[in-house]
């Protein structure tokens, strides 16, 4: 157990719609890392933000957005979903910034769009 | 930019012989070297990293990996593998302040057979 927790697990829903994936970092990191893993693209960062601060994105898609919360929870927010949005998605905490020497994953969540 | 390449998609190998995993990475700074394990429907776990010092470097359940500047590479190796061994490795790099970010290979799937 890496001490992160990702919620939902399973997530099944429609082209079209909103979802909003939840994160919560080890006790004491600040850092909050985004990665979508698919089989045609393999693991992309998405973005990272660190003590409420979005510090760096990846090839995020503008109908994608996150945010972290003064708690230190992560959300990120899929809206007009497509079906190539279909993937896992994994959130990572880091107790650094800057450099991240190691870097905890959640279990992720694994978002169907039918 | 940087860019990791995991030379072999899948490796097949036999129950306590021993295996390399492939990674070659581009990057025009220095950069930092991981090595991840996915185990089925599971998140990533850290194996080890190289951070600077010895080029050889001792993870978790037995695997080791060097890093090798002038052909930059940093495969991972383990003398005798085990079934429990099968799961699929990715290889990251992250470069120094750029907040951490992973850039990972394609992943190279293990399956260690009876």
Redesign the interface.
Known sequence: D?G?TQTPKHLITATGQRVTLRCSPRSGDL?V?W?QQSLDQ????LI?Y?NGEE??K?NILERFSAQQFPDLHSELNLSSLELGDSALY?C?S?S?????????????TRLTVT | AQSVTQLDSQVPVFEEAPVELRCNYSSSVSVYLFWYVQYPNQGLQLLLKYLSGSTLVKGINGFEAEFNKSQTSFHLRKPSVHISDTAEYFCAVSRYNQGGKLIFGQGTELSVKP
């Open positions: 890496s992160v850092s890392y990665y393999g693991l992309q960062f990272h660190y510090r760096a990846g994994f990572a880091s650094q910034t800057g450099v991240s020497y190691e870097q905890y994953f959640g279990p992720g």
